[in-house]
């Protein structure tokens, strides 16, 4: 069974700060990159960042300098720090690997938590 549990999200006012959290398993986390996805009412999930084994991260261009990835594979754990919040960034958020996991035939996809910005 797979394990991803999304946490942290929340309703913030623009500018403010919020922390992502997600629960994963160690396997998991020692032998992938993990990435956090995000996706806004009505539109497509897109990967926002990305923690690869063994390089740097990478972002997004539309999150670049507000937000933070990181995992503690002690704690099986993978974060998004998300500074600087613009309504834009509303969206359910998801953490998976990179590529995202399959099980059977599909992708799979934790719950997500919600980020809601408001202006």
């Known amino acids: 069974q797979v394990l991803l549990v999304e946490s942290g999200g929340g309703l913030v006012q623009s500018g403010g700060s919020l922390r992502l959290s997600c629960e994963t398993s160690g396997t998991i986390l020692r032998q992938t990159a993990m990435g956090w996805y995000r996706q806004p009412p009505g539109k497509t999930r897109d990967l926002v960042a990305v923690?690869?084994?063994?390089?740097?991260?990478w972002y997004a261009d539309s999150v670049k300098g507000r937000f933070t990835a990181s995992k503690d594979i002690a704690r099986n754990m993978v974060y998004l720090q998300m500074d600087s919040l613009k309504p834009d960034d509303t969206a359910v958020y998801y953490c998976?690997?990179?590529?995202?996991?399959?099980?059977?035939?599909?992708?799979?996809w934790g719950q997500g938590t919600q980020v809601t910005v408001s202006s």
């Open positions: 923690l690869p084994r063994g390089s740097d991260p």
């Open positions: 998976n690997t990179v590529p995202p996991k399959v099980v059977g035939r599909a992708d799979y």
